[in-house]
């Protein structure tokens, strides 16, 4: 039998929505770029990011873990969010997405697989958020 503790503090559940790295098309369009002189550092570029980019957008936050050797990771909740902008690349079938922040910063991911469906969830998810109550009145 196992029982929590008397101070435990129950966990929220949290669903994964899309986990995983960048676009495959944006690696390979961006490799066959690089046969040329011009296009090799959008192929290094593209090699990074797939090798140490990594996303992951639950129902709770989004979290990205990029950075050198992967080592960075920022994490955002939906209440943060204020505006979602995207730009579809690859004719469509990947895109890049900028959350900017309630605070004015901005969370770049590039190469988003499924960008329009993630896109409507976090707007879906920051709406739920904005409806909900915010606290006790005084």
């Given amino acids: 039998m196992s029982q929590q503790p008397t101070g435990a503090i129950p966990r929220l ?3 994964v929505m899309y986990e995983g790295g960048p676009a495959r098309g944006d690696l390979i369009f961006n490799l066959l770029l690089g046969l040329s002189l011009i296009g090799i550092p959008f192929a290094v570029g593209a090699i990074v990011r797939a090798l140490w980019l990594r996303f992951r957008i639950t129902s709770r936050r989004i979290e990205v873990n990029g950075g050198w050797m992967g080592r960075d990771r920022t994490q955002v909740v939906y209440s943060q969010v ?3 902008r995207c730009v579809p690349r690859g004719f469509g079938a990947w895109g890049d997405m900028v959350l900017v922040l309630s605070d004015g910063a901005r969370l770049e991911m590039r190469s988003m697989p ?4 993630i896109e409507a ?3 879906e998810r920051c709406q739920a958020k904005a409806a909900a109550p915010k606290g ?3």
């Fill in 13 to 15: 559940e949290e669903t």
């Fill in 114 to 117: 499924r960008f329009r469906e």
């Fill in 82 to 84: 204020r505006e979602v």
């Fill in 121 to 123: 969830y976090i707007n």
């Fill in 136 to 138: 006790m009145a005084a």
